[in-house]
């Protein structure tokens, strides 16, 4: 029986990448998201791939896809992203709750779910895409910024709370990469001034970039452990 993988938010960016990629690795990818025409597009160009309509921020629908698994070897928790780009003086209460919801919560009701599967696999790897923002800060990041840090955190406990069980557990911390999530959900549809985030970046990451990093650290050999890749586009390398 193949191994199998769960990518949430596969309906674009990183994660569509991801499940692309993991599905030409010979993995049956289980792909999550809430836009389902978006997945079920993706499994007719993917015969490998499985869509499955899942909202992170549900635990009904985080259980609901759980109980419809025969086996979870990798679970890519991906689903997330940044809302506005307003200062922390002028922030929006709600956006900061979705990005919580999404970013924090979301990857946490999936671990939860999945994690005796991960652990039945006997080889699992869980793979966190946290973000250079939880590493430091930006002005106008602030509620993604807190988001990311509190998920880099919960990373690093699983990571100590799963020593001696057969998991491993993977960061992927980008810098900027070029997808919709970063402009344009960020600049809430203004799309002149999303494309505008780009300029004075030469070559911002492509989704396919990081999905590359993504498979190289879930196909190492059991006994290797990538505990983190932090990928930047050139020009960003030393602002952080
Ligand atoms: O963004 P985008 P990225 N339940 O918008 C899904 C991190 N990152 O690829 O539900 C389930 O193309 C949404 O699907 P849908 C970033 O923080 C990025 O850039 O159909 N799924 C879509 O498929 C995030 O963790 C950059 O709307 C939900 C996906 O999430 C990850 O990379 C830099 C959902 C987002 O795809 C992927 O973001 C960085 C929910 N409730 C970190 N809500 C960057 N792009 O520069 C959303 O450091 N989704």
């Not at 029986?1 to 599905?23: D, P, Y």
């Not at 002028?90 to 652990?119: E, I």
């Not at 509190?150 to 993977?170: C, D, I, N, Y």
């Not at 203004?190 to 780009?198: G, K, L």
């Amino acid at each position: 029986m193949r191994k199998t993988a769960v990518v949430t938010g596969a309906s674009s960016g990183i994660g569509e990448a991801t499940a692309r990629r993991l599905a030409a690795e010979g993995f049956e990818v289980v792909a999550g998201a809430r836009r389902r025409d978006r997945l079920d597009k993706l499994a007719s160009e993917v015969p490998a791939i499985r869509p499955v309509t899942l909202d992170v921020t549900s635990q009904e629908s985080v259980d609901a896809l759980a109980s419809s698994l025969e086996r979870c070897d990798v679970l890519v928790n991906n689903a997330g992203g940044a809302l506005g780009m307003e200062p922390v003086a002028r922030g929006d209460v709600g956006d900061w709750q979705q990005m919580y919801d999404t970013n924090v919560l979301g990857s946490l009701r999936m671990t939860r779910a999945l994690l005796p599967g991960l652990v039945a696999s006997g080889d699992g790897v869980l793979v966190m895409l946290t973000s250079t923002a939880g590493l430091s800060a930006y002005e106008g990041g602030g509620g993604y910024v807190a988001a990311k840090h509190a998920q880099r955190s919960m990373t690093e406990t699983l990571r100590l709370e799963l020593v001696g069980e057969p998991v491993r557990v993977v960061e992927i911390a980008p810098g900027m990469v070029k997808t919709e999530g970063f402009a344009v959900t960020r600049f809430r549809g203004d799309e002149e001034r999303a494309a505008q985030v780009y300029d004075g970046v030469p070559g911002p990451l492509s989704s396919d970039d990081v999905a590359d990093a993504i498979v190289w650290a879930v196909t190492r050999p059991a006994h290797v452990n990538i505990d983190r890749m932090v990928i930047r586009p050139r020009a960003q390398a030393a602002q952080h």
